[in-house]
């Protein structure tokens, strides 16, 4: 997006709460996809902030913290801001998993798990 509004991060984030305005008045999902490699060199990259805070669910594939693995190829975060725990209290949780890509799909499942 960055690319079409000419490097313009305030015309970007405008769309985005516009979007997110929609969302709520439509009951539907905005789904962004973004590469943080392209903004690792930033101190603060103000877009990325800002997609996290008006995200309520995170997807963050990474690869794994001890290295390569011959049977994990990386590891997927899913950070849901607005799950609720069984005393309905709102919270934030966390789900981790470890993913192995084959050739036409990818498996998915928890760490020391077989996928």
Request: charged letters at 20%; one cysteine or more; proline letters at 3%.
């Amino acid at each position: 997006m960055e690319v079409v509004a000419n490097g313009s991060s305030d015309s970007i984030l405008d769309f985005l709460h516009y979007c997110h305005t929609l969302t709520s008045e439509f009951d539907c999902s905005v789904v962004a996809l973004n590469h943080g490699d392209i903004y690792s060199s930033m101190e603060k990259p103000v877009l990325m902030l800002n997609l996290e805070y008006l995200s309520n669910i995170l997807v963050r594939a990474e690869p794994l913290a001890t290295g390569s693995a011959v049977d994990v190829h990386g590891q997927l975060m899913v950070f849901n801001k607005g799950e609720r725990d069984r005393q309905k209290t709102p919270g934030s949780k966390i789900h981790n998993f470890h993913f192995r890509v084959k050739e036409n799909s990818v498996d998915f499942f928890y760490p020391g798990g077989r996928g």
